[in-house]
């Protein structure tokens, strides 16, 4: 039983506040995902936790217990890094027996643990190799099975896959979320990678410039944004965002892209739920696949001209030229051949955004 | 596709292999020349041209241990048949073994001095590679306040040749009833090693990754801890490297060992000269003196050629 909880936590390099007023509770056995753009903070706040960096305010519990004056060997906690920092003069055996000689345990205890470990990540056959014999994917494991022997308090991982190739990481983001739904134990995982993120997370926590953004499930982040540069962040392809004139047209709303000519038709509903902000500076989002097309017009499709298409496979990202905007669209992969072709399209109000331009707060309007 | 080697590589190939044997025999011919003049006869030692071909002997390094004096006249053939065979080759070259009232034979001043060597260039390469690996671990991994400045400051012990403090040094050393001591010695080469010691670590200590220590942080370790079991092992390669550099500057020392020490604590380097004094030199006894001298740092640098030859962090870090 681990909870974790960060209370108005600031961290200063000199001058420069990388962390600022963070607030967060991370339950037992959650998986906890930092999310952003390095230096965003994410990694400095994950070391803070660890006791390998210390905090200039704020609190850092575990359980309940202040810990931000304890050393990193006190807290009971296990680290995982990017570089996997397996120690090169030892054998994976030693590597991993390591934090257990560090409680002074009994050497046929430390050996039954080490051997039950490997047989769990699977390594059991490496164990009298050196570091330097081993593949990328089994040195995570092995650094995986340092950090899980002790069984700590809660697992804090920096990218530990940030260094795979693309098809490794994709296996061990599997093995990663198969072994935590296993063991169970409380993680915060540090990643830039909101595919790993998504995938991996029961929560994530958006950081930007040390603010945090946005702390939610997976669907929540994607779904409901709270700011541009969440909606902008999560998701692939990127959200398309475009400045927003929102007017009223005889039957409903219509909403205008830029200096697009014509606008998108939207439900009536929008302008009572905009609440007064329909004349300042808005923004909409909305994600390709919000985008619909068809080829032959219909009530409320308004006519564009595609631009390039991408294809990647299962779909492909087509590019609509609205005024001097474009907006990105998922279709099924084929559904149009090349630019310049005129197709008609409109925006799902049920799946578009809107953002106040200014503070790029979500205006949490939903049709 | 198999390399095709042009008729000019290969040339290019075959001269400098040819250099490089040049520069072998250019740097070896010293030591050739005295292990073989250790082992020559006396009278062969200084002929010209030189001597190449000749029965190796072992009669220097008896003379080289042992005290001798001048035979007034031959021994007698039953002296001669009693004696044994290392004193009978001191009897061909016209001398005899000093002995004692009790027959006990007398020993040269060069074991006690090659003990001497020993002791003091042991002693302080093991205290300014361990101080200096200690400062050059905080330098590398603490913010220290003026680090440039301090490190320059360590270097610039450096900046002078020894020799000009050496008058100073002596002074001081007298009125603290510190020369002709082991201890004023160590003290004296560890403190002119320490300087290089830190520079050289500090190199080290930076490339081994921080992470190391953190992964033993979190995992319940000490910082002291961590140092110990895993830096220090990171770090053999550049321990080794600095202390084959202490070793041999300390075992080599001549100046302020002449100018310190005289009896108590000579180390060998300033005593193996001084026997070219007393009669005619032997050259084959000195070089025989400086021969074993030549070993312990051979075979030092031969024990730690692993060290010294391999790779720092074997990738067990990926960058």
Known sequence: MTQIELRGVQKFFGAVQVIKDLNLKIADNEFIVLLGQSGCGKTTTLRAIAGLETIGEGDILIDGKPVQHLKAADRDIAMVFQSFSLYPHMSVYENIAFPLRATRKSKTEIDQEVRSVAKTLQISDLLAKKPSALSGGDMQRVAIGRALVRRPKAMLMDEPIGALDAKLREEMRAEIKRLHIKQGSTTIYVTHDQIEAMSLADRIVIMHEGVLQQVGTPDEVYSQPANLFVAQFVGSPVMNVADAAVTEKASAASVTLGDAAAGFEFPRTLLSKLNGHAGDALALGIRPEGVLIRRDAADGFMAVETQIVEPLGSFDIVDLKVGSNMLRARTKSGFISGPGEKVFARIDPTQAHFFDKASGKSLEVRL | ?319
Not at chain 2, 12 to 17: G, K, P, Q
């Open chain 2, 1 to 319: 596709m198999a390399a095709v080697r042009t008729s000019s590589e290969i040339t290019f190939n075959r001269v400098a292999i040819v250099a490089v044997l040049l520069v072998t025999i250019i740097f070896l011919a010293p030591i050739y020349w005295i292990a073989s003049t250790a082992f020559k006869p006396r009278n062969l030692a200084t002929t010209i041209p030189p001597t190449v071909v000749f029965q190796p002997e072992i009669s220097p390094f008896v003379k080289l241990f042992t005290k001798r004096s001048q035979l007034r006249s031959p021994p007698s053939p039953e002296e001669y048949a009693a004696a044994p065979w290392w004193e009978r080759v001191v009897f061909d070259g016209g001398e005899k073994i000093v002995r004692d009232g009790k027959g006990q034979v007398q020993w040269s001043g060069y074991p006690s001095r090659f003990l001497n060597s020993l002791i003091i260039a042991i002693t302080s390469t093991v205290l300014a590679v361990g101080m200096g690996t200690f400062t050059a671990y905080g330098f590398s991994r603490f913010k220290v306040k003026g680090e440039a400045d301090l490190l320059f400051f360590i270097l610039s012990t450096r900046m002078l040749p020894p020799v000009v403090v050496a008058i100073p040094m002596f002074l001081m050393y007298r009125a603290v009833g510190l020369n002709d001591s082991h201890i004023g010695l160590i003290i004296l080469y560890t403190a002119f090693n320490l300087s290089f010691s830190v520079w050289l670590m500090k190199g080290f200590m930076d490339e081994i990754p921080k992470e190391y220590e953190e992964a033993a942080l979190v995992d319940g370790y000490t910082r002291m801890e961590a140092f110990f079991k895993i830096v220090l092992p990171e770090a053999a390669t550049g321990i080794a490297a600095t202390a084959v550099f202490c070793f041999i500057t300390a075992w080599n020392e001549y100046a302020f060992a002449l100018i310190m020490t005289n009896r108590r604590a000579q180390t060998a380097p300033p005593f193996i000269p001084s026997q070219v004094g007393s009669g005619l030199p032997d050259w084959t006894v000195i070089a025989a003196g400086t021969f074993l001298f030549l070993l312990p740092v051979a075979i030092f640098t031969f024990l730690l050629r692993n060290h010294l030859l391999r790779g720092m962090s074997f990738g067990a870090i990926r960058k």
